[in-house]
């Protein structure tokens, strides 16, 4: 192949076909197995979309959280996906991460890799409107599957539910409105013995 370009965008292409096979703590729904990384950005992504109507249209480009949801995850391809309530895993997390986006990304035209690495710093760092709506939708997609799935991997980590709180903060701040919802799920969970208190 003699475009050089299109042969860097092709390879890149070909080696996040990997993140299919990058499996999370989440079960899907329907219990029958494990979620991947690609089907949670996948589902983060279209979340974000329907869930818009939520948040400030005049602070939140949704176009680019919907970018922020498909990069968010591509370093664990490398990475490993770390569960979110793992204290020991998370210690060495950002430089493992890190590590795998300067891989992941140089392997890109150097203008593609510079604004997909921005992205992801971007929704890492949650600073901006973006990067905060990200990061609260990124944090209700696997929180309702845990609670619609009994608390599954709530269980195997031994979360309590101030972990969970703590967690979930993000959605509090971005979407308030969803908020009350989540909050009503989390007490139901505890109640329904799914989350210890």
Avoid at 12 to 26: A, G, H, N, P, Q
Avoid at 28 to 41: V, Y
Wanted: hydrophobic share 40%; charged share 30%; aromatic share 10%.
């Amino acid at each position: 192949m003699d475009n050089t370009r299109l042969e860097q965008q092709l390879r890149f292409l070909i080696e996040v076909d990997k993140m299919k096979s990058v499996y999370r703590r989440t079960i899907l729904i329907d219990k029958t197995r494990r979620e991947s990384d690609a089907e949670h950005s996948w589902h983060f992504a279209l979340m974000a979309m329907l869930l818009a109507e939520y948040t400030d249209p005049e602070k939140v480009n949704c176009e680019r959280v919907i970018r922020m949801a498909l990069v968010h995850d591509l370093i664990e391809i490398y990475a490993g996906d770390t569960f979110a309530y793992d204290i020991q895993g998370n210690q060495d997390k950002q430089q493992r991460e890190a590590e795998a986006a300067d891989r992941l990304f140089a392997m890109l035209p150097e203008d593609q890799g510079t604004e997909l690495r921005a992205l992801w710093e971007e929704f890492d760092a949650m600073e901006t409107a973006d990067a905060q709506y990200a990061a609260a939708i990124d944090r209700l997609q696997p929180f309702l599957n845990n609670y619609l799935t009994q608390g599954h991997t709530w269980g195997l980590g031994g979360v309590k539910s101030a972990q969970v709180y703590e967690r979930m903060a993000p959605i509090r701040v971005a979407l308030p409105e969803v908020w009350t919802v989540v909050d009503k799920m989390v007490q139901e969970s505890i109640e329904k013995g799914y989350l210890e208190e």
